[in-house]
């Protein structure tokens, strides 16, 4: 099913996994029948003003203006100025960080890769800056076990991110995915209205869990336009 957050003209959806027959996958690439899958876009589309722009994701930093973008182009994020355009991002695990001001919107596919890249910083010089954002179910800082390669990432490019990951021993840590995100957005000046996002890997009832599956997962989607106001 949908969850459908709105503030203001913003409408920001989030899907789950809570459905009839066990389906709500929004993802082609991840094993599941693609007839199903079309299906439920079909579904969705049903309720939306227009055709959901999707990406082909690749844990990468780049934005695309969703007006001139292709369909399944590789971008990690898509920001537009115009009303009734849905924008997509596909997780499982992953975080993905809706954004907006009063004259645009954008979604991000922001993993640990795609922050250490850059994503986040990308995405909002593209929009032009953004004053809210909203963030993603996605794995949470009891549950994202790495290595210190990604410690190191992280610090290498935001040197106070060390305070994001606790040490498990051995040279594993915990990570804080959301607040290695919420440490970015703050620094661009960005208001996150929900800093604590539920865990993907601790409820996989409700969530897709790219780990909780052994890699197996379907795929949530996040979604984000802004309506006309007359
Ligand atoms: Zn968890």
């Excluded at 001001?101 to 995405?123: K, P, Y």
């Excluded at 305070?163 to 498990?168: C, G, T």
């Excluded at 208001?191 to 009832?205: K, S, Y």
Aim: charged share 15%; proline share 6%; hydrophobic share 45%.
């Amino acid at each position: 099913m949908w969850t459908a957050h709105k503030f203001g003209p913003v409408q920001v959806w989030q899907s789950d996994r809570l459905a009839e027959g066990g389906g709500h996958n929004v993802a082609l690439h991840v094993g599941d029948h693609p007839a199903r899958v079309h299906t439920y876009r079909q579904a969705l589309r049903r309720q939306l003003p227009q055709e959901p722009l999707w990406l082909h994701q690749v844990h990468g930093s780049r934005c695309v203006y969703a007006p001139n973008a292709l369909y399944h182009e590789a971008a990690d994020a898509a920001w537009s100025d115009h009303t009734c355009q849905p924008l997509a991002v596909m997780t499982a695990d992953c975080l993905a960080v809706a954004l907006w001001s009063e004259r645009s919107v954008a979604v991000a596919h922001a993993g640990w890769r795609g922050l250490v890249a850059g994503v986040l910083e990308q995405t909002l010089a593209a929009m032009g800056g953004a004053t809210q954002a909203w963030l993603s179910p996605c794995i949470g800082r009891e549950c994202f076990e790495v290595g210190q390669e990604v410690l190191d990432a992280a610090v290498a490019s935001d040197p106070g991110a060390e305070s994001a990951f606790r040490p498990l021993g051995g040279g594993q840590y915990w990570a804080d995915l959301p607040a290695l995100a919420v440490r970015r957005l703050q620094a661009m000046h960005v208001e996150v209205i929900n800093p604590r996002p539920p865990c993907t890997l601790c409820d996989p009832q409700r969530w897709y869990s790219h780990r909780g599956s052994g890699g197996r997962a379907g795929r949530l989607a996040t979604l984000i336009w802004r309506d006309l106001i007359f």
